[in-house]
């Protein structure tokens, strides 16, 4: 039912793509982040929650419709339906069923849940594409309440000892979840532009996050033992330097590697991603009932090979244009 071309993953009986990495008539969008969610095609459909985001990045005008997790539409026979992904707010699993063969586009996921994106479901399919980004055994990743309490307590300690604390995250997703977890007692908070943006999108659909946009007015003397975040773009920078004294952190998966926070340039390294580790991937895969799996971007050709090896499952390598969205880090 689904075609792997050099547009993306397409479904010729709908005519639509999943997240086509060009330019196409009909594209199905899994969530907003730039490696999936792409200018210039000429209609889009996602989860209604990501639609305040796709006019953000893409422009107000574009042709977008959004509809409900679980509601089903159909396209020339074709039943298509939205399932909750865990990513980020409004990340979708695509389902599409055509005569009985059911077919799963995973997107970005993850199981661990987050605190405010709608936590995965599994969708029982035949054929199940997935992403495998920490698709390694090293990837084992602590529960995410452990570590908005770490955040917690390190703001809280550096705010003692003089310094404004720097969060590095995802502008779209992490950083809403981290300002989700913040014990906002410990001090005040401020924001980069890009994610206030983002932030101030989804405060206009109802959801409701602390933080104030640090602006070119903003006296940044008067800013002291405040929690800072802000994307992996802002890293040395001089718009990070105006807040010193400061000590630095990044929320990343990859922080779980030795020397990753070394590389990265920063004080403290927090294990936290919107990502599924080795544990999870392997719990989703097997909770789909699917016998055919598709492994895109990651490390597809070590995760296909353990799907074939250890659970005896039809694992191919998928090679697609899916890549991290710029300037930020998983």
């Known amino acids: 039912m689904l075609e792997f071309t050099e547009k993306g993953i397409y479904c010729p009986r709908?005519?639509?793509?999943?997240?086509?990495?060009?330019?196409?008539?009909?594209?199905?969008?899994?969530?907003?982040?730039?490696?999936?969610?792409?200018?210039?095609?000429?209609?889009?459909?996602?989860?209604?929650?990501?639609?305040?985001?796709?006019?953000?990045?893409?422009?107000?005008?574009?042709?977008?419709?959004?509809?409900?997790?679980?509601?089903?539409?159909?396209?020339?026979?074709?039943?298509?339906?939205?399932h909750p992904a865990g990513h980020i707010i409004g990340s979708a699993q695509v389902r599409l069923e055509y005569k009985g063969e059911i077919w799963v586009v995973s997107g970005d996921y993850k199981l661990i849940p987050d605190g405010l994106s709608v936590p995965f479901e599994p969708v029982k399919c035949h054929h199940f594409i997935t992403e495998s980004t920490f698709g390694l055994p090293i990837y084992n990743f602590p529960a995410t309440q452990k570590v908005y309490a770490s955040i917690n307590g390190w703001w809280k300690q550096n705010a003692?000892?003089?310094?404004?604390?720097?969060?590095?995250?995802?502008?779209?997703?992490?950083?809403?979840?981290?300002?989700?977890?913040?014990?906002?007692?410990i001090g005040a908070i401020f924001l980069h532009g890009a994610v206030a943006n983002v932030t101030n999108a989804f405060q206009a659909e109802?959801?409701?996050f602390p933080g104030t946009w640090v602006t070119p007015e903003t006296d940044r003397k008067t800013i002291k033992g405040a929690m800072i975040v802000a994307p992996s773009s802002a890293l040395s920078?001089?718009?990070?330097?105006?807040?010193?004294?400061?000590?630095?952190?990044?929320?990343?998966?990859?922080?779980?590697?030795?020397?990753?926070?070394?590389?990265?340039?920063?004080?403290?390294?927090?294990?936290?991603s919107d990502h599924c580790d080795w544990a999870q991937l392997n719990e989703a895969v097997l909770a789909t009932g699917a016998e055919n799996i598709y492994v895109t971007h990651g490390y597809q050709a070590t995760y296909a090979k353990w799907l074939r090896e250890r659970y005896g499952l039809n694992a191919t390598e998928i090679k697609t244009q899916f890549e991290p969205a710029t300037g930020d880090l998983e």
């Open 14 to 82: 709908a005519d639509v793509y999943i997240d086509p990495w060009k330019p196409v008539k009909n594209a199905l969008i899994t969530h907003g982040h730039s490696d999936h969610a792409r200018f210039g095609n000429g209609h889009y459909l996602c989860h209604q929650d990501t639609l305040t985001i796709l006019r953000l990045r893409l422009g107000p005008d574009i042709s977008v419709q959004g509809i409900a997790y679980n509601q089903t539409i159909s396209k020339n026979g074709v039943k298509i339906s939205l």
């Open 160 to 185: 003692a000892e003089g310094f404004n604390s720097v969060i590095i995250a995802y502008a779209l997703g992490k950083s809403q979840s981290i300002l989700h977890q913040l014990d906002q007692s």
């Open 206 to 208: 109802g959801y409701n």
């Open 237 to 272: 920078t001089p718009w990070i330097t105006k807040f010193s004294p400061s000590r630095k952190a990044v929320c990343s998966g990859w922080m779980q590697l030795r020397g990753a926070r070394r590389r990265a340039g920063v004080d403290r390294g927090f294990v936290l």
